[in-house]
């Protein structure tokens, strides 16, 4: 039987002229024991497509850990081991600033947790792919993400969704400004970040850090070194469309690195034309934040209906996602999600991309 993709069905709530190249429901084939052949049409599909869906799969860890694998060419390094039950399912109200009262929790409302990238931002570099394997979903009625950032966005939601967006569209629907910016910076993150993150409090959008001094000193983290802290583009460069997608782990983000702009670019309107390096954290968060939130947009959200056996495989370097959503006490929901961490770090954009868009 061949191999036949489908477009994934979107909500209503989504601009389907974003999603056009965006997900495919794979039909046609076993994902746990994949031939060669399907292994590579899988695999080509994933960086053209970024989220592939398998509906009624049936996979052991064992077979879910050697197709991660497979994709992601690397070694393990989720600390639980190969295909780690996630029974605790993270929500905002431990995570943010603030919180959706209990009384509006009680009617529906939630948020987003954490917008990311599966990545250890130290010393390894980010895995290209990560597979979640729902084992057991809990029903319950629609929910709704509320943003809370006073643009009054919400965004119905299936209960315990994995919500995404493209990487491809953050950067695509930045104004010319701010993609000259983009293909010009890298981000250099904390050492150990999430121990760095630990004390501090999320944005409403779950899309980054307030900035109120609560990040613990890097004297006080756990032993580092400089040369382990990563420094990756902001922008990474699909290899196999060649499509450029804005990769970064907000919360993580402690400085930013802007290069000059090239020779024969115009300067006007140019933001750090000279380039800089931006160490002061709030300056590093409000304009990543800046660029970032457009592409959260309730109208750029696939948000994953998930039912059981559902086995979905993002690419990790081309999207960023966010669990959503608080469970009741008898609301048991169980994963396997495994990833690794690649043996290379993604690349960024060429030396003509810069130039087109600076
Ligand atoms: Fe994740």
């Excluded at 400089?226 to 993580?252: A, S």
């Amino acid at each position: 039987m061949a191999i036949e993709l489908l477009s994934l069905p979107l909500p209503a709530t989504a601009d389907a002229s974003k999603f056009a190249d965006f997900g495919r429901e794979v039909r046609g084939v076993d994902p746990g024991s994949l031939t060669p052949e399907q292994f590579e049409k899988v695999k080509d599909a994933l960086y053209k497509h970024d989220a592939l869906l398998f509906r009624n799969a049936n996979l052991t860890p064992e077979q879910q850990y050697a197709l991660t694998k497979l994709i992601g060419n690397g070694t393990v390094y989720n600390h639980e081991g190969l295909a780690e039950a996630m029974l605790k399912h993270p929500s905002h109200t431990t995570f943010h600033k603030t919180r959706v009262t209990p009384e509006d929790e009680a009617k529906g409302i939630t948020r987003f947790y954490r917008w990311h990238i599966d990545a250890a931002l130290y010393d390894l570099s980010p895995p290209k792919v990560t597979t979640l394997y729902g084992l057991k979903i809990p029903s319950g009625p629609t929910q709704i993400c509320r943003y809370d950032d006073g643009t009054g966005d919400e965004l119905p939601v299936p209960l315990g969704t994995t919500a995404f967006v493209s990487g491809k569209t953050m950067f695509d629907i930045l104004p010319k400004e701010l993609k000259s910016l983009a293909v010009r910076t890298k981000v250099k993150y904390a050492p150990h970040p999430y121990v760095w993150m630990a004390p501090s409090r999320a944005m409403p959008t779950g899309l980054g850090i307030e900035t109120e001094g609560l990040e613990l000193p890097l004297d006080q983290l756990p032993p580092w070194e400089e040369n382990k802290r990563k420094v990756l583009p902001v922008i990474w460069k699909n290899p196999v469309t060649g499509n450029l997608h804005f990769q970064v782990h907000p919360c993580g983000a402690a400085e930013l690195i802007v290069d000059p702009l090239p020779e024969g670019a115009s300067r006007e309107g140019a933001l750090y034309p000279d380039g800089a390096n931006i160490t002061d954290l709030k300056e590093v968060r409000d304009l990543l934040y800046k660029m970032q939130r457009p592409a959260i947009a309730p109208s750029l959200v696939y948000p994953h209906d998930w039912h059981e056996k559902d086995l979905v495989l993002f690419h990790n370097r081309g999207v960023l996602h966010s669990v959503v959503g608080a469970f009741t006490k008898d609301q048991v929901r169980a994963f396997h999600q495994c990833n690794l961490a690649a043996s290379d770090d993604p690349v960024g954009p060429t030396v003509e991309d810069v130039k087109k868009y600076a």
